[in-house]
């Protein structure tokens, strides 16, 4: 360890569809910056789950203001298809995965275990806050989209973004 930062792990990737970032994702995120030396925070393109609402731009838009008040060594990228191609390409030293509750590691473990068998490259896993333990994109997007106040769940600028993605869709 130099400064608190692991020696020999220097580039992190932190994969997501963040549709939308929350403030779960920007807990893990600091917290991932206090450990490596650099991270890529990258935003699947099409996630295989369901369509994002998010745009790729108003994604990369609410993740870029996010993070900036994180300070050096976090950038925003993305990707399309497998993430371990990404990381290869990218040439990542590790993986990294929040967790808020344990039922979040088992479909963690086998996506850690198909990733490293692909690219060679380790999942590591870092707890969000207790107090973001509920708090997922789907949840959030639906409060919202039904009128309930998320401002505590989600970093500034992804409200704004929410609050003006609500407004066009009203407007159509
Ligand atoms: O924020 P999410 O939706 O939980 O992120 C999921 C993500 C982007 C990490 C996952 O869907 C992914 O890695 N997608 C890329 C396609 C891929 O590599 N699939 C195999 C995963 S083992």
Redesign the pocket.
């Known amino acids: 360890m130099t400064n608190g930062k692991l020696e020999r792990v220097t580039r992190a990737v932190y994969?997501?569809?963040?549709?939308p970032p929350t403030k779960g994702h920007l807990d893990v995120i600091e917290r991932a910056a206090g450990c490596f030396g650099e991270l890529i925070v990258?935003?699947?393109v099409n996630?295989?789950?369901r369509a994002p609402m998010f745009s790729l731009e108003e994604r990369e838009t609410m993740l870029k203001a996010s993070v900036a008040r994180v300070g050096g060594g976090v950038r925003v990228e993305h990707?399309r298809?497998?993430?371990?191609?990404?990381v290869k390409a990218a040439k990542a030293d590790v993986i990294v995965?929040g967790l808020r509750v344990v039922s979040d590691f088992e479909s963690e473990m086998?996506?850690?275990m198909?990733?490293r068998s692909?690219s060679d490259v380790d999942t590591l896993f870092l707890m969000a806050d207790h107090e973001y333990s509920f708090v997922s994109?789907s949840l959030v997007k639906e409060v919202f989209f039904l009128g309930g106040d998320v401002a505590a769940l989600v970093p500034e600028p992804v409200l704004r973004v929410m609050v003006e993605k609500r407004n066009s869709l009203q407007r159509r």
């Open positions: 994969p997501g569809s963040f549709d990258a935003i699947v996630p295989q789950k990707f298809g497998l993430l371990a191609d990404y995965k086998s996506a850690a198909m990733n692909l994109s």
